[in-house]
T-cell receptor, first 114, second 112 residues
Framework: DSGVTQTPKHLITATGQRVTLRCSPRSGDLSVYWYQQSLDQGLQFLIQYYNGEERAKGNILERFSAQQFPDLHSELNLSSLELGDSALYFC?????????????FGQGTRLTVV | EDQVTQSPEALRLQEGESSSLNCSYTVSGLRGLFWYRQDPGKGPEFLFTLYSAGEEKEKERLKATLTKKESFLHITAPKPEDSATYLCAVHRIEDSSYKLIFGSGTRLLVRP
């Protein structure tokens, strides 16, 4: 157990809908990272938050957004969902904003868009 | 363009048959190279971080090495429980951002 908690574990929704994925980082970790893993793209970095503020953006679509709350948990919002958004979404956390130290991953949320 | 390439895509070994996985990279400003293990349907599990050429790290049957252009994950006398996908990722500083660039992984199957 990495200490990073993601909910829900599975999510099935229809095209055009909006969903929210939740992540609780390890105790003491200030940074949260979101990744998308699909069969054809591998693990793709989406966005990073550090202590409540956006720190870095990767290949995140405009339909997607995220935030980190004062208690350091984070939410990833996916809207106007398309079939191609079906993937595993992972959250990772690390102690600081830098990835010099290891990042620990949650078990992921499997999103299926039908 | 930053790129991380892992080979082979898949590897089948007999229990006890040692081998190596390769991760080659072309990035500027490399800050670190990470190895992760991922079991099906699970999140990546951290194994090693390497920061500079010549560095080596070991953990049980695994040993990771780093050169200026590639990293190797050596598996000595593997067991069936070592079966997993092994992911390599690089960390570079791009402007003020920090992100991991992952390779596509090597799927390892160790047969008893």
């Amino acid at each position: 157990d990495s200490g990073v908690t993601q909910t829900p574990k599975h999510l099935i929704t229809a095209t055009g809908q909006r969903v929210t994925l939740r992540c609780s980082p390890r105790s003491g970790d200030l940074s949260v990272y979101w990744y998308q893993q699909s069969l054809d793209q591998g693990l793709q970095f989406l966005i990073q938050y550090y202590n409540g503020e956006e720190r870095a953006k990767g290949n995140i679509l405009e339909r997607f957004s995220a935030q980190q709350f004062p208690d350091l948990h984070s939410e990833l919002n996916l809207s106007s969902l398309e079939l191609g958004d079906s993937a595993l979404y992972f959250c990772a956390s690390s102690v600081e904003g830098q990835l010099n130290t290891e990042a620990f991953f949650g078990q992921g949320t499997r999103l299926t868009v039908v | 363009e930053d790129q991380v390439t892992q080979s082979p895509e898949a590897l089948r070994l007999q229990e006890g048959e040692s081998s190596s996985l390769n991760c080659s990279y072309t990035v500027s400003g490399l800050r670190g190279l990470f190895w992760y293990r991922q079991d099906p349907g699970k999140g990546p599990e951290f194994l090693f971080t390497l920061y500079s050429a010549g560095e080596e790290k070991e953990k049980e049957r695994l040993k990771a090495t780093l050169t200026k252009k590639e990293s190797f994950l050596h598996i000595t006398a593997p067991k069936p429980e070592d079966s997993a996908t092994y992911l390599c990722a690089v960390h570079r500083i791009e402007d003020s951002s920090y992100k991991l660039i992952f390779g596509s992984g090597t799927r390892l199957l160790v047969r008893p």
